[in-house]
């Protein structure tokens, strides 16, 4: 989201949209000229994203793609239309990380020998014990490039900007670097600075002199150095946004057996077509959307739809790609493939719900965008009042100098990356990630938080819960035979049962002979009797039949164990509660936040958790398809809600994207994580709590931060305008606020 709207999109009969990707922004300002633009041409409307580097574009017929590509490189910048998004897995520039990002790379690059060549300049400076003969020289070849190579962007930024009639916080970082190395340059060729012995200390009596013995290079190299620093900070940030994407894309199975000619054959999932046939065997993940053909089993879908309990598919069911087939051998047809799949789709959602964040990063900029002009005009004005007041061009440039270097927004840039870098690492510690600065403000505002059930609330694995026995039954008898006879079977349900009951007894006999009976259980020999587990028509006792409806009316699992055609006990399956959601609850209702859950599991489960961990009834919303969640979150802030979504499927990463502010569990999926702000490492659901005061800690020292920059120049600006700070006082002040902001910025270390 820029800091312009977009106007209203444009009537016309035939349209067509683009995305493109934008080059050369350096902050909200780029994007907001960008984007005005783009809308002045006819039959355009366009919304540039500062976050994400892209512009989505609807425009009207008869406009080219590079007509749009032109106007961008007009304004300055550069654009590209991205290739499609490949069901296969990312590109190779989609597939890299941050930092293996070219671009990240290079500016660290940058930032590692401007700040190794720019400390010892400080020091010589600032320090009069290290000032030997001719130190100024020495100083001079160290500070020459990295005000010339090291600020380059910050040039490069500023003269673009120059072109177009406008002004950024990098024509201020260029201008006072370029005025003080200028000004030095003077001092050393022209002045007296260049002379042996010369000594450069602090004096912090104001001196009119005009300053002809007086280097600033510290100054020009330290801004430097600062600011690449801050901007390198920012850029691993940003370089996230496409996270997300490339996580739902690499869930996809990379390639598929297909029947051809009587034969299977191994080919690249992207070549697959509507109304092809493949094959998925056990543990496979089902290459696309298609309509099972042959054979039956068990899918597993809980990374795509968080539904807890496996879905048993035959003949006519459909299927989703990326789900795993848990059971037995399958032959479906498919029925999409591409970017028409559920899950291309849910990659086009999670990609749409991220924009509109990192307001926050965009706060300095905007103010930048009057604050930097004002300064120019008060640079030059004093300038001017200097030399007609004293005639002396010299102390008229001294003056103007120190306007410009006390103004450097070296604090301005550190103010959110250092608060950032302390508050994330405190975060690890706690077992919190959190993603960037962008992400932090609507943390104070939060005050509903939506809670996925599995694997949030819940374990997200089946378990064996309750075991009712027969009248005349031994408990550890059913369990023994009902987990020797699962033990065998690959169905989830059958191994949750196999493994509670080996924890319950113990060792488990080994079945004589074993049967699958697909969609009713299993059946089998065990030393000598005929043993069934599962669904088959069994005349039951009234009590465990009573048992059975009451277990399946709460949403559990209900399976019969029976010995030569007699039910010897029920045993009920389900998706585990986790130890501390009750207790997590309790901590985010004491930060004044709204519980609901939000699930596709039916109402009888979800109103049964919701009891569990001290949920409302009324705060529950079941039966919510994959896609619907992020629209759910989107009707709740539409209430005047500010929402926090926790959820760890692929499922909810659209609806992580949606919110307000995004928790992912740390034990969900690379999609979820990616999609969200914050990551819960540990996976427990307590954490999010933690997570939310962290975050609003960190928002309010990057506030404070903010504050303090902007403040410091305001009272700065009319003492050095009026001849009271020298250009090195004006240095050192100004490096002063950077060591305060930094400062600031570590006391979230202390948060517990």
Not at 123 to 130: E, G, K, N, Q, V
Request: proline letters at 4%; a negative charge; one cysteine or more.
């Amino acid at each position: 989201m820029t800091s312009t709207a977009a106007p209203a999109p444009i009537a016309r009969a035939a349209q067509s949209e683009v995305e493109l990707t934008i080059g050369g922004m350096t902050c909200a300002s780029c994007a907001a000229r960008v984007e005005k633009k783009l809308n002045r041409l006819d039959g355009v409307t366009a919304t540039v994203n500062f976050a994400t580097e892209k512009a989505k574009i609807v425009y009207a017929e008869g406009i080219a793609v590079g007509d749009l590509i032109a106007t961008v490189e007009k304004t300055g910048y550069t654009a590209e239309a991205p290739p499609p998004p490949r069901p296969e897995g990312p590109g190779p520039r989609e597939g890299r990380t941050p930092e293996e990002d070219p671009e990240t790379a290079a500016l660290r690059g940058r930032l590692a020998v401007s700040a190794a060549l720019a400390l010892p300049v400080v020091l010589m400076s600032m320090i009069p014990a290290f000032q030997f003969d001719y130190w100024q020289w020495l100083s001079l070849t160290l500070a020459a490039p990295v005000v010339v190579w090291g600020g380059l962007p910050f040039h490069r930024a500023a003269l673009t900007n120059a072109r177009h009639a406008a002004a950024t916080m990098d024509t201020l970082v260029s201008v006072g670097t370029l005025a003080a190395f200028g000004w030095s340059l003077w001092a050393l060729f022209l002045g007296d600075a260049g002379m042996p012995g010369m000594r450069h200390g602090f004096d912090l009596t104001v001196s009119r002199a005009d300053g002809a013995d007086t280097v600033y290079l510290e100054v020009a190299a330290g801004v430097v150095a600062f600011l690449l620093l801050g901007r390198y900070l920012e850029a691993r940030s940003r370089r996230r946004a496409g996270a997300a994407l490339r996580a739902l894309l690499e869930l996809g199975a990379k390639d598929v057996a297909v029947e051809r000619d009587g034969r299977e054959v191994r080919v690249p999932v992207a070549q697959l077509a509507v109304g092809d046939r493949f094959v998925v065997r056990p543990g496979e993940k089902i290459a696309t959307d298609g309509t099972v053909v042959a054979g039956s089993s068990a899918v597993d879908a809980s990374m795509l739809t968080g539904e807890s309990v496996p879905v048993d598919v035959a003949v006519g069911d459909s299927v989703t790609g990326a789900t795993v087939n848990a059971g037995g051998r399958l032959v479906v047809e498919a029925t999409r493939v591409g970017a028409d799949t559920q899950l291309a789709r849910m990659a086009r959602l999670v990609e749409d719900a991220q924009n509109g964040k990192a307001e926050v990063q965009r706060l300095a900029d905007r103010v930048a965008g009057v604050f930097v002009p004002v300064v120019l005009l008060i640079a030059l004005g004093t300038f001017g009042v200097w030399l007609g007041v004293t005639g002396s061009t010299a102390a008229a440039f001294t003056a103007a100098v120190a306007v410009l270097i006390i103004a450097c927004p070296c604090a301005l840039g550190l103010a959110t990356p250092t608060a950032l870098m302390v508050g994330t690492g405190r975060g690890a510690q706690l077992g919190i990630l959190i993603k960037g600065p962008e992400v932090l403000e609507s943390t104070r505002r939060v005050d509903t938080v939506v809670l996925d059930k599995t694997g949030t609330l819940t374990t997200g694995r089946m378990a064996l819960q309750e075991v009712y026995i027969a009248e005349g039954a031994d408990e550890k008898e059913v369990l023994r035979l009902a987990g020797a006879l699962e033990h065998a079977s690959e169905h989830p349900i059958a191994r949750a049962v196999a493994e509670g009951a080996r924890e319950r007894v113990g060792a488990l006999p080994a079945p004589e002979h074993f049967e699958n009976a697909p969609g009713l259980g299993v059946r089998g020999r065990i030393e000598g009797h005929e043993v069934a587990v599962g669904r088959f028509q069994d005349v039951l006792p009234d009590a465990l039949a009573r048992a059975k409806a009451d277990a399946e009316a709460a949403g559990r699992t209900a399976v019969v164990v029976a010995r030569d055609g007699l039910a010897l006990g029920v045993l009920t399956v389900a998706d585990s509660v986790r130890e501390t959601s009750a207790e997590a609850v309790r901590e985010l209702r004491a930060l004044g936040l709204k519980p609901v859950l939000l699930t596709g599991d039916n109402r009888a489960v979800a109103e049964t958790v919701a009891r569990a961990v001290g949920i409302d009834a009324g705060d529950v919303i079941a039966e919510v398809l994959p896609r619907e969640k992020a629209e759910a979150v989107r009707r709740l802030q539409g209430e005047g809600r500010t929402v926090a979504m926790v959820g760890d499927g692929v499922n909810d990463a659209a609806a992580l994207a949606t919110a307000d502010l995004g928790l992912a569990m740390g034990t969900g999926t690379d999609a979820a994580i990616e999609a969200s702000d914050l990551t819960l490492v540990r996976g427990d659901l307590r954490v999010a709590a933690d997570a939310i005061r962290l975050s609003r800690r960190t928002l309010a020292t990057i506030k404070g931060n903010l504050v303090w920059a902007f403040g410091y120049n305001v009272a700065a600006l009319p003492l050095a305008a009026a001849g009271l700070l020298n250009p090195m006082i004006a240095g050192g002040a100004m490096a002063f606020s950077s060591v305060f902001v930094v400062t600031n910025s570590l006391r979230l270390r202390a948060f517990s």
